[in-house]
């Protein structure tokens, strides 16, 4: 299957009323997991690359044509989005690599400047038929660099996307990057107000889809109600991220001889593909 259109992908969702899981590719295996998980979900999913996970890999090439290759695999509809990127030439490379989507994260900037160089960056993703997102009101937590308690106001934000021309929009809600427990508290009012906000300003007279950061600290019941509020684009990483790691802990611990990689990887990568799955169900509301 060719790479799905995150527009598509995004619209019909929004569209639907449900939301779709953006999850983060830290290496082969979890790029790998996340397919697994959206073929036995027999649902769409959005592969992340951050700009961290890029520098890791030394650069977003290698782990870039990695992820675009086993997506175009897959038998279910797979797009593939560089998230979290704070340098715009990075935007431009992943535009170049083929990438379906991509974020510019001005959210550490001061308003004035985050809209121009959003808007620099929006036209030349536009140009090149390339999705873009971008971030106003700081999601907490993010190395230290936003303050807990910060909200997207909704007037700011319709201002700002008919400032930038930008497609999707990262709010800041209640969520924080990295937690570790599921104990956020999410401004469901707030959420529904934004969507009314930014509500028929978009291509064609279109809404621009909300996204929520930072979900892995969020629980079940409280995506669900976010999504039925307006949220669309739900981003998961460090939940994931921890029944990867666990498995392997088990896996080392059961058989301190092991050496060969690849049988404690497995267990991890198959961990990573039925929590996914179960989260993209989840938040296609159908389990919920």
């Known amino acids: 299957m060719t790479l799905a259109s995150p527009r598509d ?13 953006a999850f983060n590719v830290i290496h082969l295996e979890t790029a790998e997991a996340l397919i ?20 890791y890999h030394g650069g977003l090439e290698p782990i870039g044509w990695a992820t675009l290759a086993v997506a175009r695999r897959a038998s279910t509809p797979v797009a593939v989005h560089l998230d979290h990127a704070e340098r715009p030439e ?23 400047q985050n809209v121009e160089i959003t808007a620099d960056v929006a036209s030349r993703a536009r140009a090149a038929g390339v999705y873009i997102e971008a971030e ?18 909704p007037g700011e934000a319709r ?21 570790l427990d599921r104990s956020a508290s999410l401004d469901i009012d707030l959420i529904g107000r934004l969507k009314a906000a930014l509500s028929g300003i978009g291509p064609s007279g279109g809404d621009i889809p909300l996204v929520l950061h930072g979900s892995s600290g969020v629980a079940d019941e409280v995506i669900v109600q976010a999504v039925r509020a307006g949220m669309t684009k739900i981003n998961v990483s460090t939940h994931l991220n921890g029944f990867f790691t666990r498995a392997i802990r088990e896996t080392l611990a059961a058989d301190e001889k092991l050496v060969d990689s690849r049988k404690y990887l497995s267990p991890a990568r198959e961990a990573v593909a039925e929590e996914a799955a179960r989260m993209l169900r989840l938040f296609a509301l159908e389990s919920a």
Do not use: W
């Open 9 to 21: 992908l995004m619209r019909a969702a929004a569209t639907a009323g449900t939301g779709i899981g």
């Open 136 to 153: 106003l009101g700081e999601v907490g937590g993010k190395d230290g660099a936003h303050a807990p308690g910060v909200r997207t106001d």
């Open 36 to 55: 697994s998980a959206s073929e036995r979900a027999n649902l769409p999913v959005i592969l992340q690359i951050s700009q961290n996970c890029a520098d």
């Open 90 to 112: 990075l935007v431009d490379e992943a535009i170049e690599l083929g990438f379906g989507s991509v974020m510019f994260d001005g959210g550490k900037l001061d308003y004035e």
């Open 159 to 179: 201002a700002f996307v008919e400032a930038t021309g930008v497609d999707s929009l990262a709010v800041a809600v209640g969520s924080s990057h990295a937690m």
